[in-house]
């Protein structure tokens, strides 16, 4: 979900490491969290956010030596998108030996605590330097160590030496998760012992488009993460088209495209036979996935309580959600990424059972969800609510009254802004008549 840009107010505080504090969403009452200091929790929430990603990167910084680097990487690597087609590229590297995989592997993610994840995601220093988009086809030491990296299967210890001592912008940002330090990379060089066999030859094929790569990789059960961190490395697609794509559109666009290869399947298998209804609570979130006899169609919605972190207002609860068809969409969905997330789940589901349907995704976000955690957390945690034993449910206004239970927002809110919700209940088809007009 992309939400229109807020104002973000900095403050400058002498804390260790130089972090720069910006705290969004204060316009009523930018004083909020100097009178509250994170005892009193003003804003509402049930944990103090800037606290939280405080305690994160001041223990990176602690154990970061300076300019000279030694350590680890999970493996993982950073492409931004400011300033596109020239960005920055990098190497996300923690201070600590071993098995860091976990760090940058959102599908082990899913029962971990805020805290848990907040700590993976600010143990990661961001070493950066810039360079053009299509420099991903021409060697360097730099891109060629970041693309072997993209290659590995396992951590890989590393050397790499700053010009600067890194730093954290402590950013309050709604759209941006936690991180840790970022530095200008003078050096960087990984040890990569061995690398993940159907990635290397989906690099070396520079015949085959960068979809057909990817939809094969999925189909031999490499994680979607690792997918992803090859296709922003510009490791994938045909020579003379591959390019470094931004970490976040890089997430985005394999979800789309893996979600769109699963459709051209389930399009031609049966319908289901019944409703079934799949619940999860997690991280501050409810998630409630409905699949439903019909041919393909889907909708996701969400839903931001007053006080959570896309909903800064006191009265009113803010929704958003999208849809399609049999056909899928010809524009980008208004909540953004997550909407594609939710997507691959379900029709990961529907691959597995070899039926289509009609899928609902509908998400309650409360004052617990208290940091944008990214895009993972719904494609993950929709994952897990789609491994549970389904609830059997009759008809659609069995389907409202669960709603209506399992939600703190009236079940009229979600009928309002749900079209298939719409559809189904008020719309009248041609089975709904009798067929022999004699009677």
Not at 372 to 378: E, M, R, S
Not at 429 to 438: H, I, K, N, S, V
């Amino acid at each position: 979900m992309n939400p229109p840009s807020r104002p973000v107010f900095s403050l400058f505080s002498p804390i260790p490491g130089s972090l720069t504090l910006e705290i969004p969403g204060l316009l009523q009452d930018p004083t909020m969290c100097l009178r509250c200091r994170s005892a009193q929790l003003l804003c509402g929430k049930p944990a103090c956010p800037l606290l939280l990603r405080y305690q994160g990167v001041l223990h990176t910084l602690r154990l970061t030596p300076g300019l000279a680097w030694d350590g680890s990487t999970p493996p993982g690597l950073f492409v931004g998108r400011m300033g596109y087609p020239y960005v920055q590229i990098g190497p996300l590297l923690t201070p600590e030996h071993g098995s860091t995989e976990i760090y940058d592997t959102p599908e082990r993610w899913v029962g971990r605590s805020v805290p848990e994840i907040v700590g993976f995601r600010t143990s990661l220093v961001r070493g950066m330097a810039p360079a053009r988009i299509t420099d991903a086809e021409v060697s360097s030491p730099l891109v060629d160590h970041l693309q072997l990296l993209a290659l590995s299967s396992e951590s890989a210890d590393t050397e790499a030496v700053f010009r600067k001592p890194p730093r954290v912008r402590l950013e309050l940002s709604d759209e941006t998760p936690p991180y840790g330090p970022s530095a200008p990379l003078e050096m960087f060089r990984p040890d990569v012992r061995r690398v993940d066999p159907h990635l290397e030859r989906a690099a070396g094929d520079i015949h085959a488009t960068a979809r057909e790569v990817v939809a094969e990789l999925y189909v031999r059960e490499v994680p979607v993460s690792r997918i992803q961190r090859a296709f922003s490395a510009g490791v994938l697609g045909r020579r003379g088209h591959r390019r470094f794509v931004p970490t976040r559109w890089s997430i985005t666009a394999v979800d789309d495209l893996l979600s769109k290869e699963n459709l051209e399947r389930i399009r031609t298998y049966p319908e289901i036979n019944g409703w079934e209804l799949y619940t999860l609570e997690a991280l501050g979130n409810r998630w409630f996935v409905l699949l439903f006899p019909s041919s393909w169609c889907y909708e996701s919605i969400e839903s931001w309580s007053p006080g959570t972190l896309w909903n800064p207002t006191r009265s009113q609860v803010l929704m958003i959600g999208d849809h399609e068809g049999w056909n899928g969409r010809s524009q980008y969905a208004r909540m953004g990424g997550c909407y594609y997330a939710a997507r691959l789940a379900v029709t990961e589901k529907l691959l597995r059972r070899q039926h289509q349907a009609g899928a609902l995704v509908l998400r309650e976000v409360h004052p617990g969800e208290i940091l944008p955690l990214g895009v993972w957390n719904v494609r993950e945690h929709v994952r897990a609510a789609l491994r549970q034993s389904p609830r059997k449910l009759a008809d659609w206004s069995q389907v409202a009254a669960e709603i209506a239970a399992y939600f703190q927002i009236p079940a009229r809110r979600w009928l309002r802004e749900s079209h298939l919700l719409q559809n189904a209940l008020f719309q009248h088809r041609l089975e709904d008549f009798d067929a022999d007009p004699a009677r």
